[in-house]
């Protein structure tokens, strides 16, 4: 298949924005995918007007980077962007805006695209240089995406089948770049954002367990528990041997007092996980919770022999069981334990 032709429609002050851009296209230009063509490729001593409409004729697909200058020049907006809307409706060509900069643009003639970002986020918003990537990324991945389907055109028009699983595909693929925010945000305090880009990634794809489970540990650390049993319950749906996943519901379950439930995932949990300290830990106080000191007791020494790294908190635990059951002499000689 010939090279898909891809047409920037910009306003200068942009070029810095498009330049990073075409950076993220590098590979699919290597890999002889795409050709790309703007304006300020216009040589000296032509006729500038035809060689513009010609490139925006032969275009396959043409990008729209939408910022405030885009939108007040008077040339993008009613020579190349009409020109673009004329052969997107007619079949001709795909027109994708792209959202550099914030700008009102959701009446304009192309509003009713999908517009890249997929939360139609300004990418010049972004907060660095390393989130500014990540939001190209997207851009690229779309593209690929949308060039897997132009390769094959006539399997495209015979059925939408092409269409709808590269799209199932990309939305998959955006839906974990969402999901890697959403954990940045939530590693570094900032709860509400990370909130919100998980139910982005949910709503781009809601059978990924990783947003569920991901969602799930936020939502425990705001101390909303309910929320986060239901998502960990949605999660374990979708992939039910993830040990951690189990583990994090067992655990929720014990913060909202329901024992005898907890214990049951503590123990699905362990046989997911079998050598895990931890589990091991929390099932032994689950147990004593519930009052049954000589079984939380065996959990500890069965534990303490796998010699896991938990064993501190295991001998403390065991020795608050010790000194539930009466038995002090050997309290006092597990909490020496705990100390070497």
Same mark, same amino acid.
């Given at each position: ?59 396959n697909i043409i990008l729209l980077l939408v ?147 991901? =969602?799930?540990?936020?939502?425990? @650390?705001?101390? /909303? !528990? %309910? $929320?986060? #049993? &239901?998502?960990?319950?949605? +999660?374990?749906? *979708? ?35 079998p050598d895990d300290g931890e589990v091991y830990?929390? =099932?032994?106080?689950?147990?004593? @919770?519930?009052? /049954? !000191? %000589? $079984?939380? #007791? &065996?959990?500890?020494?069965? +534990?303490?022999? *796998?010699?896991t790294s938990y064993a501190k908190p295991i ?26």
């Amino acid at each position: 298949m010939k090279a898909i032709r891809i047409f920037y429609s910009y306003a200068f002050p942009d070029e810095p924005l498009r330049k990073d851009l075409e950076k993220h296209l590098t590979i699919l230009k290597r890999q002889g995918l795409i050709t790309t063509w703007h304006s300020q490729e216009v040589t000296a001593g032509t006729e500038r007007l035809h060689i513009i409409n010609r490139y925006l004729d032969l275009a396959n697909i043409i990008l729209l980077l939408v910022s405030p200058d885009f939108m007040a020049s008077d040339f993008c907006y009613n020579v190349e962007m009409q020109q673009a809307m004329k052969r997107h409706t007619m079949g001709e060509a795909r027109v994708i805006p792209i959202i550099l900069r914030s700008i009102d643009w959701k009446d304009a003639p192309f509003g009713k695209l999908q517009v890249l970002p997929f939360d139609g986020k300004p990418i010049a918003s972004w907060s660095s240089k390393h989130r500014r990537d990540k939001a190209f990324l997207e851009v690229a991945l779309s593209l690929r995406s949308v060039i897997r389907v132009m390769e094959n055109p006539l399997e495209t028009n015979a059925t939408t089948s092409g269409a709808l699983a590269a799209s199932n595909e990309l939305r998959s693929e955006i839906a974990h770049l969402h999901i890697n925010r959403a954990m940045a945000y939530h590693d570094r305090g900032r709860f509400d954002e990370s909130l919100a880009i998980y139910d982005q990634a949910l709503l781009l794809n809601p059978d990924d367990p990783i947003a569920h489970s991901g =969602k799930g540990d936020l939502l425990g @650390d705001l101390g /909303r !528990y %309910e $929320e986060a #049993l &239901q998502a960990y319950r949605q +999660a374990l749906h *979708l992939d039910p041997d993830d040990g951690e996943v189990c583990y994090a519901k067992a655990r929720t379950l014990r913060y909202l007092g329901h024992y005898e439930e907890a214990l049951q995932a503590y123990e699905h949990a362990l046989h997911l996980k079998p050598d895990d300290g931890e589990v091991y830990y929390a =099932k032994a106080l689950t147990l004593r @919770d519930l009052g /049954r !000191y %000589e $079984e939380a #007791l &065996q959990v500890c020494e069965h +534990a303490l022999h *796998l010699k896991t790294s938990y064993a501190k908190p295991i001998y403390r635990t065991k020795a608050r069981i010790l000194r539930d059951l009466g038995r002090h002499e050997e309290a006092l000689q597990a909490d020496r334990d705990a100390e070497v």
